[in-house]
């Protein structure tokens, strides 16, 4: 199932929902053009997949969190969750979540680099493997696909996983 978000200018953008298993992934740039309710009809408990999110503006975020509130009581549940996502829910609080916070983001994309062949990596990793620590966390250590050198996190992991330690 794909939904193509037609803005009025006729160019076909936005977003696009396609379902891979149980897993609904959604793909694009939550801008001006962003229609969510394709998803409000779908069965509980949703599982979205927002690796291919690519960038959120202020009108994204404005139909998120349209999303996110009328159906904070709904199982809702993140896979995946791309850089920009991690970013707005680290900036705003209720991104992710709205009321009683529940373990909603089941996996985050995190950046990895090789030192010794310079190759770049998203890496999914799963919440519950994330390890919380005074002033930081940590990740299960990476090997790299082509040298199988550790990897190198490319970002703060305490700053990146900010939001999962916000009560």
């Known amino acids: 199932m794909r ?16 379902l891979v298993g149980n897993v609904y992934h959604l793909a694009g740039s939550f801008d001006e053009h962003l229609d969510l ?7 509980r408990p949703l599982h979205l997949s927002l690796a291919e999110v690519e960038s959120i503006n202020s009108h994204g975020v404005r139909a998120w969190l349209v999303f996110i509130q009328d159906n904070f ?16 829910a680290n900036m705003m609080e209720g991104f992710l979540y ?19 062949c310079a190759k770049s990596s998203n890496i999914s990793i799963a919440a519950d493997k994330v390890k919380f620590f ?12 082509t040298c199988a050198v550790n ?15 916000l009560k």
Request: net charge negative; proline share 9%.
């Open 73 to 88: 009581q709904a199982q809702l549940f993140f896979h995946n969750c791309s850089s920009p996502f991690i970013d707005m």
């Open 98 to 116: 709205w009321g009683p916070r529940v373990d909603r983001v089941k996996s985050v994309i995190l950046p990895f680099i090789c030192e010794k």
């Open 151 to 165: 990897l190198t996190c490319e970002t703060d992991l305490g700053e990146y996983f900010a939001f999962m330690t």
């Open 134 to 145: 005074q002033g930081g966390a940590m990740v299960p250590a990476q090997r790299c696909p």
């Open 37 to 43: 309710s394709p998803l409000a009809a779908l069965p």
């Open 3 to 18: 939904y193509y978000i037609q803005p009025l200018c006729g160019v076909e953008m936005a977003i696009t929902i396609s």
